[in-house]
């Protein structure tokens, strides 16, 4: 009888631990869900922004941006924040190196260097941001996804001019 009882209590146990694990796989499983879901939305959004024309990319037009409506179902208390940072950059501040290794390569340096375009191009760098909260209400770690767009024809035609 004891036998059996210490078997009844060890099987009980082994039961036990096999369903927490059970209901802990599947909450892991839930949150890898909603973690794909974020990231799809994100991706989405973004393709939407770089359709856009350049100019037409602004603070206001990225905070109307909204989830869609099963991005909204899955990803409770989901806060969707962007932002964007603008700034201009030359082309020869980008391509100093190949400006020096065309100037090298070149019998007449000041040609090469004059033959670099250098007019200015403006970028603007595009942050989404997306933060949910997981089954017990408790905020995950957001994720983000960021990518530069520049204005159309910046930096076109300079390959054309090099030697």
Not at 9 to 32: D, P, Y
């Amino acid at each position: 009888m004891l036998e059996a009882t210490v078997s009844m209590i060890v099987l009980g146990a082994a039961v036990t631990t096999v369903l927490q694990l059970a209901a802990h796989s599947n909450r892991l499983q839930h949150e890898m869900d909603r973690r794909l879901v974020a990231q799809v939305e994100l991706a989405n959004l973004m393709d939407r922004v770089m359709a856009e024309p350049f100019a037409d990319v602004t603070n206001d037009s990225l905070s109307a941006m909204t989830l869609t409506e099963v991005g909204r179902r899955r990803l409770p208390a989901a806060q969707l924040s962007t932002s964007i940072e603008a700034g201009t950059v030359s082309d020869s501040d980008v391509d100093r190196d190949a400006s020096d290794d065309a100037a090298e390569n070149t019998p007449d340096a000041e040609s090469a260097e004059e033959a670099m375009s250098t007019m200015p191009f403006a970028f603007k760098r595009i942050v989404l941001r997306l933060q949910w909260n997981d089954a017990s209400g408790s905020p995950v770690e957001p994720i983000e996804l960021v990518a530069w767009k520049h204005e159309a024809g910046a930096g076109q035609g300079k390959e054309a001019a090099r030697p």
